[in-house]
């Protein structure tokens, strides 16, 4: 279904395969996951995306993520993911506490004009439409009026597929920044907020306030735009705003096709198995008196701590930007192998839900580093985080300066800014080899990062 010999690079060093379950160390030569490899192979999502292929020339990932959106907006309100975290350690016994995590996600499909975001959108919207109708809502022009929406439908689900619309709408202070009241919504806690409310005229006083209550927000978000729309987002609190909470989904169109009607007795199937399920998991909730509690079996988590510690121990060397774009892609991934799990009716996360959800962590990190690089126009720092990538999976981490100059393809003139930026960050130090070669080798800190000593497994309730 997708051109498997496009490189592009991977952020994450393991790289799961689903024939074996195993780890497979990556090399910069290696290609990012086949799309295949990102959900399973043996229920709803795999009947869906053989569906979207033979409709459109869309890029695979589009269709995946939409219908993960649109699943969301489906079961936000169903499911949460329960494990045990380890907080501390007494007199050398481990302390552990059980940790929860909401499954709603918010997405965002990005790409080059034309190349079939929207129409990605709207078939899985179209299939799910039935189930999701009353739950569709728009952003209203005031944080008042969207708080208001949420509070009487705590699982609306934002769903734009013509994202300009709704970025022009976003970028005011409450929407954009981290302290902003939307981005509290994704977290899943509680929101509580006295708002500002209207003075009636020639009334003198205080400003009334009346009080914002939303106990569960289950808010799912889609948004598709063209990265050309996003100049804006130069100006984002990237720290912890709107798009720093979104999984960002990024590819080419690399095939040419016409647009075929919708293969309504293949949409039919597929509605009713959502459907199907749908009522399944509802009668299990109604049952329990309480959203299903998906544990994680022992073999998944472990694959999704070994995939965070490594992940972790990269994303921290890299650029400010990028960390923030990187934060919650962990979070995302939990909430990938809970669709996963729901769609195959499971109660649980096994592995055959955690490392499809773990290679899409790949994909959504590459994406956060594409729209970051292109929004910037910032070669330096594409460069700088090649070379770490590169250096992290070096048997000694050290490499001849020469040497990574002919394998990155660019010039030592090129490449020394990336070089000097690292070296002034503490992440890479210069040696002089018995050669007296100029070498260059990831600093002690930066060991101790990839090491995963400093790494804590974050989650859901964490910000």
Not at 179 to 191: K, T
Not at 200 to 205: I, P, Q, V
Not at 286 to 303: C, S, T, V
Request: overall charge positive; some cysteine; hydrophobic content about 40%.
């Amino acid at each position: 279904m997708t051109d498997r010999n496009r490189s592009v690079r991977v952020w994450a060093p393991t790289e799961w395969n689903t024939l074996n379950e195993t780890a497979v160390p990556l090399t910069t030569e290696s290609t990012l996951p086949p799309i295949e490899a990102c959900y399973p192979q043996d229920g709803f999502f795999a009947r869906y995306m053989q569906y979207a292929h033979e409709l459109t020339d869309a890029p695979d990932v589009y269709h995946l993520a939409a219908m993960l959106a649109v699943h969301s907006a489906v079961f936000a309100t169903d499911a949460e993911v329960y494990f045990e975290v380890e907080v501390a350690k007494k007199n050398g016994e481990p302390i552990k506490r059980i940790t929860q995590s909401p499954i709603p996600l918010w997405t965002l499909i990005t790409g080059d004009s034309g190349d079939r975001k929207s129409t990605a959108v709207d078939i899985a919207s179209d299939l799910a439409e039935p189930l999701i109708r009353d739950r569709i809502g728009g952003i209203g022009s005031t944080p008042e009026a969207t708080l208001d929406l949420v509070a009487g439908r705590p699982d609306t689900f934002f769903c734009y597929s013509e994202g300009a619309q709704f970025f022009g709408q976003f970028f005011a202070p409450y929407w954009r920044h981290g302290q902003g009241i939307f981005p509290l919504l994704y977290d899943g806690r509680a929101v509580v907020k006295d708002l500002a409310g209207q003075r009636k005229k020639n009334r003198s006083g205080p400003t009334p306030t009346y009080r914002i209550e939303i106990p569960n927000p289950r808010v799912s978000l889609l948004v598709s735009v063209a990265y050309s729309h996003l100049n804006k987002a130069q100006d984002t609190d990237w720290t912890g705003g709107l798009i720093a909470r979104m999984g960002i989904f990024y590819d080419r169109r690399v095939r040419e096709q016409d647009f075929l009607l919708t293969n309504e007795h293949e949409q039919g199937l597929l509605r009713t198995e959502l459907r199907q399920t749908y009522k399944a998991i509802r009668t299990q909730v109604i049952k329990q008196g309480h959203p299903i509690r998906l544990g994680i079996k022992p073999d998944a988590l472990e694959a999704f701590r070994t995939w965070r510690m490594e992940f972790e121990g990269l994303r921290y060397l890299r650029h400010e930007k990028l960390q923030a774009l990187h934060n919650r892609i962990p979070q995302h991934v939990l909430r990938y192998a809970a669709h996963y799990a729901l769609s195959r009716r499971q109660l649980g996360i096994n592995v055959g839900s955690m490392i499809p959800a773990l290679n899409l962590g790949n994909w959504v990190a590459t994406g956060a580093e594409m729209l970051m690089s292109l929004l910037t126009n910032d070669t330096v720092l594409q460069l700088a985080d090649r070379i770490v990538t590169y250096c992290a999976h070096l048997p000694d981490r050290c490499i001849p300066i020469k040497s990574l100059s002919q394998i990155l393809r660019v010039s030592f003139k090129t490449m020394n800014p990336a070089i000097e930026d690292l070296i002034a960050r503490g992440v890479i130090k210069r040696l002089i080899g018995s050669d007296n070669g100029k070498y260059i080798t990831l600093t002690d800190e930066a060991h101790k990062q990839l090491s995963g000593n400093t790494v804590t497994l974050r989650t859901g309730r964490d910000r």
